[in-house]
């Protein structure tokens, strides 16, 4: 289509340009080739998507993305949001609420001070329903002004399987009671402080009846003998 154009730019230099047709046509008609030229690359421009190819390239990946990404300004305002943050916290939250206050003081004073956010862990409640998310912040122009972009990750499970990891490292998965770790753990801790303190401390041993009876009745599983 380009060269088409180069073509028809030439053809018509040649025969508006060396020759004279008078008062026929207006002066110069041989300017009017541009036009001609402009029409053909505006046609090609069309035709490829040369003008939004980046734009719609990086719009895909941000309405792909599985994590929530808001852009904002640094007021708080939601310019965009893909789905995943759409559905993370609702059409009317982020309509209604500057994105800045629903995820605390911390990162909102972090964003009007212009930081960069790596990483950083923050708890969003939406309707009496509690998140632990990930914050991830930088910043664009938009239109002549600065504005914030935010990658928000859901950590809420992965939170909720590490701190029951950490539980069950220091307590009995049965019966959810300290074990012998946790024990040993806070003796050294209080055996640190009366020394520091130059106190004296006494440990009391209790032993308490019937618990082979009571683990052998109720804390275990009965066996099925084939």
Request: proline share 4%; glycine share 4%; with cysteine.
């Amino acid at each position: 289509m380009l060269i088409s154009g180069i073509i028809a730019v030439v053809i018509w230099h040649g025969m508006f340009g060396f020759i004279n047709y008078g008062a026929i046509l207006p002066p110069y008609p041989y300017l009017y080739s541009g036009i001609i030229w402009c029409y053909f690359l505006r046609q090609t421009m069309r035709k490829h998507d040369f003008l939004s190819l980046y734009d719609k390239r990086y719009e895909k990946l941000f309405h792909m993305n599985p994590d929530p990404i808001v852009l904002a300004d640094l007021k708080g305002t939601v310019k965009e949001a893909n789905p995943r943050a759409l559905n993370l916290l609702g059409l009317d939250k982020i309509n209604s609420v500057p994105i800045l206050d629903l995820l605390g003081s911390k990162i909102k004073d972090q964003i009007q001070a212009r930081r960069v956010i790596r990483h950083d862990e923050t708890e969003l409640l939406l309707e009496s329903t509690s998140f632990t998310l990930q914050v991830d912040a930088d910043y664009v122009w938009v239109d002549n002004e600065q504005h914030v972009l935010l990658i928000l990750r859901d950590i809420t499970m992965q939170k909720q399987y590490q701190e029951e990891i950490q539980f069950l490292a220091f307590h009995d998965p049965l019966t959810r009671m300290p074990n012998r770790r946790f024990f040993h753990d806070k003796l050294n801790e209080a055996l640190a402080e009366s020394e520091r303190n130059n106190e004296t401390l006494a440990l009391f041993l209790i032993d308490l009846d019937k618990i082979k009876w009571l683990n052998d009745n109720l804390g275990h599983l009965p066996v099925m003998k084939c």
